[in-house]
């Protein structure tokens, strides 16, 4: 089983950034891919961005630019640094994990971002 923590959500101004953080625990394997979704309301959770155990990474279009992702593998943490926030931004931040290996998917319990205009 893996455990998936977030936190450094908030509530910013519009322009303003945040960082979140995913502290991962558990059976993860060695190689696995980890990243961020989100969910605004009334709306379906959209991939946010990705990184691989070797670093390879993938964003959303409506992202690119303005967030980057990274990742701690020693730390098992993944890190999500957003800049140029807008209201549009608001929503509820969900961490994933992806165990290649076994084929299995983790979701943590998403924290909060919201956006002020």
């Known amino acids: 089983q893996v455990q998936l923590v977030e936190s450094g959500g908030g509530l910013v101004q519009a322009g303003g950034s945040l960082r979140l953080s995913c502290a991962a625990s558990?059976?993860?394997?060695?190689?696995?891919?980890m990243g961020w979704y989100r969910q605004a309301p009334g709306k379906q959770r959209e991939l946010v961005a990705t990184?691989?155990?070797?670093?390879?990474?993938n964003y959303a279009d409506s992202v690119k630019g303005r967030f980057t992702i990274s990742r701690a593998n020693t730390k098992n943490t993944v890190y999500l640094q957003m800049n140029s926030l807008s209201p549009e931004d608001t929503a509820v931040y969900y961490c994933?994990?992806?165990?290649?290996?076994?084929?299995?998917?983790?979701w943590g319990r998403g924290t909060q971002v919201t956006v002020s205009s």
């Open positions: 994933n994990l992806v165990n290649e290996y076994l084929g299995r998917t983790y």
């Open positions: 558990g059976s993860m394997g060695s190689i696995n891919t």
């Open positions: 990184i691989t155990t070797g670093g390879r990474t």
